[in-house]
């Protein structure tokens, strides 16, 4: 079986920090009953998608009419994503796209605690950020920062932002349609604080 998914995952063995995705997609990383939901609620007019990978979750935003753009750190994914994205490794700043909502699932395990800053700098481009997390002990390729979600509420909250009221409902809604979804197991939603907002 290892030989089988090997086959299809896309990784940098030169440079492992850059994480990895699978080929044509992870079904788990992909709910769109959730982001249609997230669309009739927030109505954003444009999304960044933080480890883009192949481009499908932008692929699906761009379908909904709403300005979508994205990067990834993988070379590969870059030259064949099915929606264009662009090329950036955290580890050399942030990201700088200010838009409405942020969509950053199954990344923030991959990176080093030395470049979190680059990373919360660059999940906070919107008032709305939709995030996955790796759990303590939770096995995958180059998981460095596996955390409790008390962890992020407590990094989103020192730049600004609270965990959404209706983060429960989120979650089931991504358990519903997919049920061993990333973001059925450990999705977030955090929102800029009124104080906060300019």
């Known amino acids: 079986m ?5 086959d299809f995952c ?15 997609g992870d079904t788990q990383a992909i709910t769109p009953a959730l982001w249609r939901f997230l ?3 927030f109505s954003p007019r444009t999304v960044l998608d933080i ?14 009419g709403i300005i979508a753009h994205g990067f990834d750190g993988l070379p590969r994914n870059v030259l064949n994503a099915k929606y264009p994205i662009a090329l950036h490794d955290l580890k050399a700043g942030p990201y700088i796209y200010p838009c409405d909502l942020v969509h950053c699932v199954e990344v923030v395990e991959h990176i080093k605690e ?9 999940l906070i481009n919107a008032p709305i950020v939709m995030m996955t997390h790796a759990l303590p002990g939770q096995k995958g390729h180059h998981h460095v920062n596996t955390q409790p ?3 992020w509420i407590d990094k989103m909250s020192e730049y600004g932002y609270a965990l959404s009221l209706d983060n429960a409902k989120f979650r089931e809604i991504a358990s519903r ?6 973001f059925g197991e450990s999705g977030l939603i955090f929102l800029r604080r009124l104080s906060d907002h300019p």
């Open 2 to 6: 290892h030989g089988y998914w090997k």
């Open 10 to 24: 896309v990784v940098d063995d030169e440079a492992p920090d850059l994480g990895g995705n699978l080929l044509h």
């Open 39 to 41: 669309i009739d609620r």
């Open 51 to 64: 480890g883009a990978g192949e481009g499908n979750a932008l692929s699906f935003f761009h379908r909904q």
């Open 114 to 122: 030395e470049f979190i800053d680059n990373l919360l700098k660059t």
């Open 149 to 151: 979600e008390a962890y």
């Open 177 to 182: 349609e997919n049920a061993d979804s990333y």
